[in-house]
């Protein structure tokens, strides 16, 4: 099993920053790869951003290549998410979860664990 907790979300200004943390524990094998995924209301549930924890790629949604960065601690169990020049379109519940394989496509069938989210909220 794996354990997911977001923190970190908030309310901002555009174009100011957040950094959302994401605490892993359980089995290593099931979180290769950890991301950020966020929903609006209406909305399919987004990829935003992967890291694969053993090689540290990373893959990013179009819309937040060059605004947003995830990172993993060294210690391999928090994933961090800077968020940079945030937009009001950002604005959502943001996710963290983990997957085992297939990761890189970012699609959420792909993530068997979830946390509970955070809310991120950007005011112009």
């Known amino acids: 099993q794996v354990q997911l907790v977001e923190s970190g979300g908030g309310s901002v200004q555009a174009g100011g920053s957040l950094r959302l943390s994401c605490a892993a524990s359980?089995?290593?094998?099931?979180?290769?790869?950890m991301g950020w995924f966020r929903q609006r209301p209406g909305k399919e549930r987004e990829g935003v951003a992967v890291?694969?924890?053993?090689?540290?790629?990373?893959f990013y949604v179009a819309s937040v290549k060059g605004r947003f960065t995830i990172s993993q601690d060294n210690d391999d169990n928090t994933v961090w998410l800077q968020m940079n020049s945030l937009k009001p379109e950002d604005t959502a519940m943001y996710y963290c979860?983990?997957?085992?394989?297939?990761?890189?496509?970012?699609?959420?069938?792909?993530?068997?664990?979830w946390g509970q989210g955070t809310q991120v909220t950007v005011s112009a």
């Open positions: 359980g089995d290593t094998y099931s979180r290769n790869y």
């Open positions: 890291i694969g924890t053993v090689n540290l790629s990373t």
């Open positions: 979860a983990a997957a085992r394989s297939g990761g890189g496509w970012m699609r959420p069938s792909d993530f068997g664990y």
